[in-house]
C-alpha cells in the first residue's frame, strides 16, 4: 500500500504575516534592502527597484515621502501576500508533478 505524503500546505502553524513579523522586529514597513537582502539576494536594491517599476515583481513598494531620494520599503502585509502567492504557485506545480 502506497502511504500518501500530507498536503503541506493545511499544515501550515503559523501565518506567513506573523513570521515576518517576528523577523523584522514588529516593523510595519521592510526597508528595501531587507527585503532584497533576505528575499531577492540575487538583485541588487537598483535592480529591485526597477523590476518593480516595471511590473516584474509584483510588490507595491511604500515611499516615506514623496523624494525620488527617500527611504523605500515594503509594507510586512504586501511581502507576506507577495510570499504565499509564490508558495501557492509553487504548491500547484508540485502538486502536478507529484500525483
Known amino acids: 500500500m502506497m502511504m500518501k505524503t500530507a498536503d503541506p500546505i493545511s499544515h501550515q502553524a503559523f ?3 506573523f513570521l515576518l513579523f517576528a523577523q523584522y522586529g ?4 521592510i526597508p528595501v534592502e531587507d527585503v532584497c537582502r533576505d528575499y531577492f539576494n540575487h538583485l541588487t536594491p537598483d535592480k529591485f527597484l ?3 517599476g516595471a ?3 509584483a510588490l507595491p513598494v511604500v515611499r516615506a515621502e514623496t523624494s525620488q531620494k527617500c527611504q ?8 507576506a501576500n507577495y510570499l504565499d502567492q509564490r ?3 509553487a504548491l500547484k506545480e508540485f ?3 507529484h500525483r
Do not use: C, F, N, P
Not at 514588529?26 to 514597513?29: L, N, P, Q, S, W
Not at 523605500?72 to 511581502?79: A, E, F, I, R, S
Open 15 to 17: 501565518s506567513t504575516s
Open 26 to 29: 514588529g516593523k510595519a514597513v
Open 50 to 52: 526597477r523590476k518593480v
Open 55 to 57: 511590473g516584474e515583481i
Open 72 to 79: 523605500k520599503g515594503v509594507y510586512l502585509q504586501d511581502l
Open 87 to 89: 508558495r501557492e504557485a
Open 95 to 97: 502538486r502536478q508533478l
